[in-house]
């Protein structure tokens, strides 16, 4: 395992996280205050340049991965993982069709439905189960991806993602008319779609001292290329050609991962994570499992309240993170707790000293 750790990692989790709270506010104040007409159009494009929170975390995870396991994977690689993030998954996806259950009076049948969704990431928690594909997947690649010249291997896997999302939304499926299992799951589950997040974090994550000095010295182009891509994203979306609000987008692959590298090369000039910061990022999982529950129960107390949209998506906002570190913090402390919303420091003074310091375990 590398002893050198990524201190940037933080902050992109944190903004990952932060991204993705904010989207769902976004998407709560759509729906309460049934915003039309332009304005809805100005949170739907504010929303488009958020879309990248869920892919960045594929990144996150893959880099991580890649940098700490260049060679070899250890034992207990994918029995921690199982336990930590796949058990906690399960659980949450459980959490959340009961939720609608105990809330909409709904009958078993309906419960068991909606269960079945959910365990096949037709929830806001399915990123887990693409992750965790690229899990069993780095497996492979590690001993045959080094044997490959970078370029080919990512001008290949980049085809093969943007060919997938084209193919999949214009010529195979028809949204609106089909719906069921099989159909949602290769919609947005199957790797293929996020085969290039992987490939490209595996090769910075393999080569992470030429990846920062890559940075460094094409850090306009990387600008530049990030500000080109957002317009495709937005040009493509108000066109009309494709407005499915999804992370699971052909066009979302180049600007998430301009934007990926901006961030990373804006976090390696701040030596210092506040410990604040750092806690949004060791929460993170558990953050992103629980907070459109928190902000679901928010909207039943401020929806009679007499505040603007503005100060809505605020109080959505921080309901979105405050809340679920609450959570989080006092079911950690149960022996058990880990296997619901994910592992999280324990606080102690040791832990506390090292809460700047990225581990491998926090694979998303």
Sequence with gaps: MSRKEMNEIHWLRIIACLSVVLTHAVSRVLTDFSVTGDERVLYRTFQMMLLYGTPMFVLISTIVMTHAYKEKIPQGFLKKRVSFILI??????????SD????????????????????????????VLIIFQFYLIHLLFIKYMKKYKPLVVLTISFVISVGYWISFYFYWIDYVN????????????????????YVVAFYCGRNYERFTQMLNKNWLLILVGTVASALLVQTIFHSGLLMRVTSARFDLIPYTVFIFFLFFYMASKVRRVPRSLVLIS??????YLLHPFAQTVTSRFFSSAEISEYQYLLIQFLAGVVMPMIIIFFISQFRYGVYMIGKTPVRTRKTSKQLGKPKIEQAV
């Design 88 to 97: 906690p998954y399960m659980v949450m996806a459980t959490f959340y069709a």
């Design 100 to 127: 609608k259950f105990y809330r909409y009076n709904w009958t078993i049948n309906d419960f068991a439905k909606e269960l079945g969704y959910n365990l096949i990431g037709q929830w806001h928690g399915y990123f």
């Design 178 to 197: 089909q719906s069921s299992y099989l159909t949602l799951f290769f919609s947005r589950i199957l790797f293929v779609g996020w085969l290039f997040y």
């Design 282 to 287: 060791v929460y993170s999982y558990g953050i």
